[in-house]
């Protein structure tokens, strides 16, 4: 086992919903700071810009000590023309990969995630009991040939993507996840914190699909909230907006078994540590006590 721990600026309040929307987001250089006194070697992209652009990400990181773990895009794969109007923003990202030119740690991944649907993201979770809200064979067979161009996309520019099931979306369910494998050539990213919004078990996958992961996302979820939000029909923003993701250990998540199992495997990479948070007044200073305490948690299990 070769890891590289890293963590992302949404577990301190960080991500698309927040940058440059919200007064109590860290700016950059703060959660660098805050994530290399945590004990982390990476650091995930976040919003395209937020770690900067050209000179300025690569010094910064550079500055730091810290690698680029890899950057979050969602993509249509099913619908072909909407599919070929985001190809810019893929392009943008690997862009800011090539910018980023880490000096640490693996190359990054193109962590890519289903572009979804409004009625997806209105009835989070429940594609795991009905499976007409997911894809039809049909459009199973246009998402994976909107996959195909996706990976041809990275590999040309010499990045490998790993596939990341999303609440509301597509690739949610556990068995959106099988089938998507079985469909492409796509690598996994275990993501251990969605997945049980999804009514999956991130444990199952791993023993199931150990030989396609190839990123891992750690994060820790409550099911009970979990379950409230399911079972109310609450829209994707809640998992958020009801802190349904909490401390490693803290949760409902088999958070110990998963790195046990995983730490067996020969699995080599990043592991980043997430724990997605809307900022509040006092959210830099809890976020960092987390953060710092997910850390050692992963080091008790020998990352």
């Not at 794969?77 to 810019?88: E, I, P, R, V, W």
């Not at 499976?131 to 998402?143: E, F, I, K, M, N």
Request: hydrophobic fraction near 40%; proline fraction near 5%.
């Amino acid at each position: 086992m070769n890891v590289t721990i890293a963590n992302a600026p949404i577990s301190w309040g960080a991500f698309e919903l927040t940058v440059g929307q919200h007064p109590g987001v860290p700016d950059a250089d703060r959660i660098l700071e805050l994530l290399v006194e945590a004990g982390y070697d990476g650091i995930d992209l976040g919003p395209v810009g937020y770690l900067g652009r050209g000179n300025e990400i690569r010094s910064r990181l550079a500055r730091h000590g810290i690698g680029l773990a890899g950057g979050y895009i969602e993509l249509p794969f099913s619908d072909h023309d909407a599919l070929t109007g985001k190809l810019a923003e893929l392009d943008d990202l690997l862009d800011t990969f090539d910018e980023a030119a880490p000096a640490s740690g693996p190359a990054p991944r193109p962590t890519i995630a289903d572009g979804g649907a409004p009625h997806r993201r209105v009835a989070v979770g429940r594609s795991a009991t009905d499976r007409s809200v997911g894809l039809d064979d049909r459009q199973w067979q246009q998402w994976a040939a909107g996959m195909a161009i996706v990976l041809d996309r990275c590999r040309s520019r010499g990045y490998e993507p790993t596939l990341h099931p999303e609440t509301g979306t597509f690739i949610e369910a556990e068995w959106e996840i099988d089938r998507a494998l079985e469909l492409t050539e796509v690598g996994l990213c275990l993501e251990t914190g969605h997945q049980m919004v999804g009514g999956g078990d991130a444990l199952v996958t791993l023993e199931r699909w150990g030989d396609r992961i190839n990123h891992v996302h750690v994060k820790d979820a409550r099911a009970s909230v979990i379950d409230r939000i399911v079972d109310d029909g609450m829209p994707v923003e809640s998992i958020w907006q009801e802190r349904a993701f909490c401390a490693l250990g803290d949760g409902d998540v088999a958070i110990g078994a998963i790195l046990d199992r995983l730490a067996a495997t020969d699995y080599s990479g990043w592991v980043v540590v997430e724990q997605d948070i809307f900022p509040g007044p006092d959210d830099p200073a809890a976020a960092q006590r987390d953060q710092v305490a997910n850390r050692a948690l992963l080091r008790a299990h020998g990352f």
